[in-house]
C-alpha cells in the first residue's frame, strides 16, 4: 500500500501539504474545525479533499451532516499516509544530519561476507583522508548488478570478468580468490596442510546453493571422480548450518569467508579460482572514489 501512494504521488503530483489536509480531516471529521487548525478557508479545504479523490479515483470520505467520515478505503490509505509522513520526515532529518557532517558520498555494493571484515577497515582508513566524504555499504549479491546499473550505486562487486562487456563501466581487479573446503574446527581435515580430492572419500559433499559455474565444475569433478555422498544445499547459510550440525562438509569460494572463526577454512588442490573485481561507472572521475579503491585493494592485497 505504501508503495502504491508513493507512485500516486509522483503520478497525481500529491504534496505534503494535501497529506496534511487529508489527515486532519480524519482527525476532526468536521471540514470547518480542520479548516481552522490548518488555517485555511474550509471551501479551500473542501476543494483540495475533492481534488485528491477524483485523482484517486476513490472516495475518502463519507460527507453527512455530522460530518466526514472515512470509508473503508479511506482508513487504508489515512493508515498508510500516516506511515509516509513519518518516512519522509526521518528522511529530511537524515539528510540534514548527514548535510552537516558530510559532502559526498560512496555507495559500494558488495556481498555481505565480503564486506564484514575488510569493508570496515578501508572505511575507517579512507575518513582519515576523507573526512567529508560518507561510504554507505549496501550488501547485495554480486549475480545482480540493476542497482549499479541504475546508477544508484557508485561501486559493484564481481568476479571473472562478467561486467566486461557492459558499456560506461570499468573493472578494476581486487584479488584472486581461491576454493577453499568448510569443516568443522574439530574435523580430522583441519590436520592436513591441504586437502586433496583424494582425501574426500566416504564423506558427505553439500553441493548447489548458487554455486557459480567454476565450483559446479569442481563439484562435479569430485563426484565422478572418488565415492563420496552428496546432497543439494539450499544456500551458503543452510551449508554452514549442516556443517555444524555434522551433516557434511562444503567447497566454497574463499570472497565468502567472514573471518568469524567459527568454521574451520581448509586450503584445497585445485586449479579453479575466481578473479574478483570492483565494477566502476566511467564517468565517476572522483578522487575520493579512486582513492577508497585504492586502499581497498591494497587491503586485500595484504591478506
Same mark, same amino acid.
Given at each position: 500500500?505504501?508503495?502504491?501512494?508513493?507512485?500516486?504521488?509522483?503520478?497525481?503530483?500529491?504534496?505534503?501539504?494535501?497529506?496534511?489536509?487529508?489527515?486532519?480531516?480524519?482527525?476532526?471529521?468536521?471540514?470547518?474545525?480542520?479548516?481552522?487548525?490548518?488555517?485555511?478557508?474550509?471551501?479551500?479545504?473542501?476543494?483540495?479533499?475533492?481534488?485528491?479523490?477524483?485523482?484517486?479515483?476513490?472516495?475518502?470520505?463519507?460527507?453527512?451532516?455530522?460530518?466526514?467520515?472515512?470509508?473503508?478505503?479511506?482508513?487504508?490509505?489515512?493508515?498508510?499516509?500516516?506511515?509516509?509522513?513519518?518516512?519522509?520526515?526521518?528522511?529530511?532529518?537524515?539528510?540534514?544530519? %548527514? /548535510? =552537516? @557532517? #558530510?559532502?559526498?558520498?560512496? &555507495?559500494?555494493?558488495?556481498?555481505?561476507?565480503?564486506?564484514?571484515?575488510?569493508?570496515?577497515?578501508?572505511?575507517?582508513? %579512507? /575518513? =582519515? @583522508? #576523507?573526512?567529508?566524504?560518507? &561510504?554507505?555499504?549496501?550488501?547485495?549479491?554480486?549475480?545482480?548488478?540493476?542497482?549499479?546499473?541504475?546508477?544508484?550505486?557508485?561501486?559493484?562487486?564481481?568476479?571473472?570478468n562478467e561486467m566486461k562487456h557492459v558499456p560506461e563501466t570499468k573493472l578494476i581487479h581486487l584479488y584472486t580468490s581461491k576454493i577453499y573446503l568448510i569443516t568443522k574446527k574439530d574435523d580430522v581435515l583441519t590436520k592436513k596442510k591441504i586437502v586433496k580430492i583424494k582425501n574426500l572419500k566416504?564423506?558427505?559433499?553439500?553441493?548447489?546453493?548458487?554455486?557459480?559455474?567454476?565450483?559446479?565444475?569442481?563439484?562435479?569433478?569430485?563426484?565422478?571422480?572418488?565415492?563420496?555422498?552428496?546432497?543439494?544445499?539450499?544456500?551458503?547459510?543452510?551449508?554452514?548450518?549442516?556443517?555444524?550440525?555434522?551433516?557434511?562438509?562444503?567447497?566454497?569460494?574463499?570472497?565468502?569467508?567472514?573471518?568469524?572463526?567459527?568454521?574451520?577454512?581448509?586450503?584445497?588442490?585445485?586449479?579453479?579460482?575466481?578473479?574478483?573485481?570492483?565494477?566502476?561507472?566511467?564517468?565517476?572521475?572522483?578522487?575520493?572514489?579512486?582513492?577508497?579503491?585504492?586502499?581497498?585493494?591494497?587491503?586485500?592485497?595484504?591478506?
Open positions: 500500500m505504501i508503495d502504491l501512494i508513493f507512485r500516486l504521488m509522483y503520478n497525481i503530483y500529491m504534496d505534503t501539504k494535501q497529506i496534511d489536509y487529508i489527515l486532519e480531516l480524519a482527525k476532526t471529521q468536521n471540514f470547518n474545525r480542520a479548516a481552522e487548525n490548518l488555517f485555511m478557508s474550509q471551501s479551500t479545504l473542501t476543494y483540495q479533499i475533492k481534488k485528491v479523490e477524483r485523482q484517486l479515483k476513490f472516495k475518502l470520505f463519507d460527507r453527512s451532516a455530522k460530518g466526514a467520515m472515512l470509508t473503508p478505503a479511506g482508513k487504508q490509505f489515512c493508515s498508510a499516509l500516516r506511515s509516509i509522513k513519518e518516512q519522509l520526515k526521518k528522511a529530511v532529518e537524515q539528510g540534514q544530519n %548527514f /548535510s =552537516k @557532517k #558530510y559532502s559526498d558520498n560512496i &555507495v559500494i555494493g558488495m556481498p555481505t561476507r565480503s564486506c564484514i571484515y575488510f569493508l570496515p577497515q578501508a572505511i575507517k582508513e %579512507f /575518513s =582519515k @583522508k #576523507y573526512p567529508s566524504v560518507s &561510504v554507505t555499504p549496501i550488501f547485495n549479491d554480486f549475480y545482480h548488478p540493476e542497482e549499479f546499473l541504475k546508477g544508484n550505486q557508485d561501486i559493484f562487486f564481481t568476479f571473472d566416504g564423506r558427505t559433499l553439500m553441493i548447489g546453493g548458487g554455486s557459480p559455474i567454476q565450483l559446479r565444475n569442481l563439484q562435479q569433478k569430485i563426484i565422478n571422480s572418488i565415492d563420496i555422498n552428496y546432497f543439494n544445499s539450499q544456500n551458503h547459510d543452510t551449508t554452514l548450518t549442516n556443517i555444524a550440525a555434522d551433516k557434511g562438509i562444503c567447497l566454497t569460494p574463499g570472497f565468502f569467508q567472514d573471518y568469524s572463526n567459527e568454521f574451520a577454512w581448509n586450503k584445497f588442490d585445485c586449479e579453479e579460482k575466481f578473479e574478483c573485481y570492483l565494477c566502476v561507472h566511467t564517468s565517476d572521475k572522483r578522487e575520493s572514489l579512486k582513492e577508497f579503491i585504492t586502499i581497498l585493494q591494497n587491503i586485500y592485497k595484504e591478506k
